[in-house]
């Protein structure tokens, strides 16, 4: 996955991609909601896995070199830090992102499946509920004082034990799968892809705005795919090979 020297004069960087291995987990949970059952054993072939939410840096040379419209809140000061996941955008844009810097870039980006992603976001800790273990989300480092009017600049905080940022919290993360709620009950065992069609596209995390900012690793979210609110944002993920 090497990109050309000019791209690199001109891309702050293609988002850092970390290397899951390949294994079984446990998927879903017993302490969530009715879409996170059954818990089920999954296999996950190895993938890569952007080290941090795409930032507005990033998006931008994509906005421009596309021609299309910026994000709605990208001018917004509680938003608009270089640094910053980009927020408000929909589903297709988060596709047509990856789609562009295959172009650019000869590889192979995608969205993430939620197999892949919550795999990635428990760092090989199966049963546990947060990428850290079981302690809830209040006994982290400045809870209360962080996300006070928006997502914060990413990899401010150390990474889960696969090297991910940010996983679980800051924004939602739209996933290529289609949503369905009980998906789980005819889940494939290997590499599981979602529905084959549906109306909502599968999201997953916490985000900034919500009362508990931290999600567990096996909760599940969705929306329509043009929809673009201000805690959803993406992260890509790569083929092997």
Same mark, same amino acid.
């Given at each position: 996955m090497s990109i050309s020297a000019s791209l690199k004069l001109q891309i702050d960087h293609v988002p850092d991609m970390v290397l899951i291995p390949p294994g079984w987990f446990w998927m879903g949970s017993e302490a969530g909601q009715d879409n996170e059952r059954p818990v089920h054993r999954v296999w996950v072939d190895e993938f890569y896995l952007a080290a941090r939410q795409v930032t507005n840096r990033e998006y931008r040379l994509f906005a421009?070199?596309?021609a299309i419209a910026s994000p709605p809140l990208c001018e917004d000061p509680h938003f608009s830090h270089s640094d910053q996941p980009v927020v408000a955008v929909s589903w297709f844009e988060a596709a047509n992102y990856c789609k562009?810097? !295959?172009? @650019?870039?000869g590889g192979k980006y995608r969205l993430p499946t939620e197999a892949e992603w919550e795999r990635a976001a428990r760092g090989g800790k199966d !049963?546990?509920?947060y990428p850290w273990g079981d302690e809830t989300p209040h006994s982290r480092p400045g809870y209360q004082e962080r996300w006070? #009017? &928006?997502p914060e600049p990413v990899a401010q905080y150390p990474p889960n034990a696969f090297w991910v940022f940010d996983i679980c919290e800051n924004v939602h993360e739209w996933c290529r799968d289609w949503y369905e709620a009980n998906y789980y009950a005819n889940s494939p065992d290997r590499n599981p892809q979602? /529905? @084959? !069609?549906?109306e909502r596209r599968a999201s997953r995390g916490g985000s900034w705005r919500h009362h508990v900012k931290i999600s567990r690793c096996a909760a599940r979210s969705s929306l /329509?795919?043009?929809f673009? =609110?201000? $805690? =959803? &944002?993406f992260r890509i993920a790569? $083929? #092997?090979g």
């Open positions: 421009q070199e596309t562009w810097l !295959n172009e @650019r870039t !049963n546990k509920l006070l #009017c &928006g979602g /529905p @084959r !069609n549906g /329509p795919p043009q673009k =609110y201000a $805690d =959803y &944002g790569s $083929d #092997c």
